[in-house]
């Protein structure tokens, strides 16, 4: 799925590392995160007891018109002074850039101005003080190993130590701005709640989200659904607020409600592991990093040289940086989704048949993209299989049907190619 998180998308190398080393079986992972296993007495506990849920219910039974309202009435769609940090930060990244450029494009003009015997004495005092340049630079190294991990939080799921620079607050406040964008983006094709699709899907999210409402960042949200009726797109995406937007394009390409809720809860993982604050965090971390090299290129090269510098050097940070650590968040949050499907009680197979499926529909290049392609998706999916399986087994679900949907999918595939 295309989130909207895209834009924030990052590498981290250690951790793809970790996650293609640690694929945790499901008890593990769930020894870790403290999720405790579902008896059909617990769920029916987590109905009456949590209030997100019957929120999620309240919203569902009112009407999505009342959940549109819900939402402005929530996150004030006029300006407000909370939302000036993010904002502030947005103009802030940009500006930053351009202040660079300009402080190493001056220095040059500066340092061709200068006279020769000018510049011969600078050079001189700089090689007499090297040894408080090299101080300086070990000293502010030394600052950025510090910061990066005196930042460095624990998930609570998955055990993973990742990089968070802001608070819970301001990435809420960061979602808001995109809830309000998003509902005025579709909310001429919002679907009503009377509508089929709709109460598919809101049959599928509230099943998943009773079936896993022992986590605590699960608990913490109220969820709200909405449909949106554009069949040309294949998305879905769910917000850190706890807003799931699901596009009627991609519940087409979704055969069966096993399938759906394979979609729902990868996108409800991505929110549970806080995949926003994560990639928002490595994303200005990076941008002040990368204010040195930029300022440096600009102060050393022609204006032609340095703007193909600096592509190039943008290029490569997206390619070996920004689009690795983004699929290494994409298989995180498909590992995680599958367990979330199996404690929903939902035929964990059809994941891996959903994306078997889409290796046929969908061909794409995975070392240019913010998602592991549809192939490798299965095949790691195929590989957490067994452990899914057992976990559903644990929940005391019903029997899996006899037929197993990836044979299918596979003599379909047989047939594309043929
Ligand atoms: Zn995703």
Known sequence: MKDTVNMFRLINKKIVGNYHNSVLSMRQMLNISGIKLNSASRINKYVTQVG????????????LKVSFEAQKKLFHVTASRQALPPLFIIILRPLSKIAAILFGRTFRKWWRALPPDKKQDLILRLKRNKMV???????ASTGVVWYYSSHLEEDPITGRKKFIAFSNEYILQLAKVELTMQSELHKDHFLPITHPAYKRVAKVAN???KSNMEI??????NWVVTVVDEPSVNNAFVLPTG?????????NVCTNDDQLCVILAHEI???LLSHMDEQISSLHLVDLLILIPLAFIWAVLPDAGALMAQGLSEYFTKVLFHLPFSRALEAEADQVGLQL????CYDVREASAFWAKMSVLDKECEWLSTHPSNETRQLVLDSLMPSAI??????KCPQLPLVDPRMLTAVKQKKAVI
Do not use: M, W, Y
């Not at 997100?52 to 009407?63: E, H, K, R």
């Not at 340049?133 to 000293?139: D, F, H, K």
């Not at 605590?216 to 949200?221: C, K």
């Open 216 to 221: 605590p960042e699960l608990q913490q949200r």
């Open 207 to 209: 099943q998943l989200l």
């Open 52 to 63: 997100s849920l019957s929120i999620t219910n309240a919203v569902l039974q009112n009407g």
């Open 133 to 139: 340049l090299l101080a300086s630079g070990i000293l």
């Open 269 to 271: 993982s991505h929110v």
């Open 243 to 251: 807003h799931i937007f699901i596009f009627t394009g991609i519940l």
């Open 390 to 395: 057992r976990l559903r087994d644990d929940c």
């Open 341 to 344: 499907t199996a404690k929903a």
